[in-house]
DNA sequence: TATTGTTATACTCTATAACTATA
DNA sequence: TATAGTTATAGAGTATAACAATA
């Protein structure tokens, strides 16, 4: 637009544009993995992505985790954790014991049933990302890993030019 | 586990664990920069994502779009467009029009006022985009898209050997 | 009859804030 | 005072289904 814009400027802007449309795919990607995802654990488990996130969450650790501990896990409210937990304490998936060196905590872990239902998930739900991924061979599998980590870890590999 | 299990058969399971491990990175980096967009579109323009995304979809289609077609693109029930396109009207960023051609539907489109709105948002949101995809340099950018394009495509560049 | 859009309802997730019990 | 967890409230987004108007 500035009849002052020089190459570097023009190249900014076409670099910009081009962060924009990666971000506007990397989005739909997930979004359509995700929701698909969704759908499958509703209509086959009847459960929803956050519970089995947090089931998921405990199965990783069995000796449990405290209710402050999963929601910062999950990075949800405290108040979240406790309608989800109750949701699932009432479906005796999980269940909350109390902690004898502090009684105002407790822990929540998994029941005997709540991990035989985890498990069943868990598998199902291996094999749909592994079908919803394997338009990428496994070497291009490695190299999205890695290019996701650069991105994640915000260490890039190569330094920009631009400041 | 099993005893018979053949060297193939590891080898799926070390895949099926990379591609879950890939996916869990994948899920969690757009969530991380969808997060931080959805947040600072609130606090500094208060809209949230889906109106920001229906405003963007009309932005694209200067004549307007149909309700159905607006439906249609964001994916969501025809109800939900209504509750956002009433909330969007109230504020006097879009607008319906009457078609003469059929009088049950309308045209929406942005208002003056909207469209420049949305180009401040829109400016700012292509800023943040770029902000917090900078940990990648612009080649690794490039090489991204064009691996989401081959997720998204459903088309392995590679054939794989596992059926 | 089919389609466009609205309305009503219900549910999940989310954040905020006030609250209780314990440390 | 501070912390762990709960409760209450409010709001957004979503799906479903019944509905009115028009084609």
Redesign the pocket.
Known sequence: MNIDATDMEVRAHAEHHASLRLWLRLLSCTTRIE?TIRQRLREQFG?????FDLMAQLEREPQGL??????RR??????????????LEKEQLVQ?QM?A????????SLTEAGRTAFAAMAQAHEGWVVELLAPLAANQQEHLQALLGTLKSGTPTHSKETK
């Open positions: 929701d459960i929803t992505l956050p519970r405290s209710m402050s501990e999963l929601s999950m990075m949800v409210t405290g108040g979240n954790v406790t309608s989800i937990v109750d949701q909350r902690q060196s502090d009684r105002r905590s407790f822990t929540v």
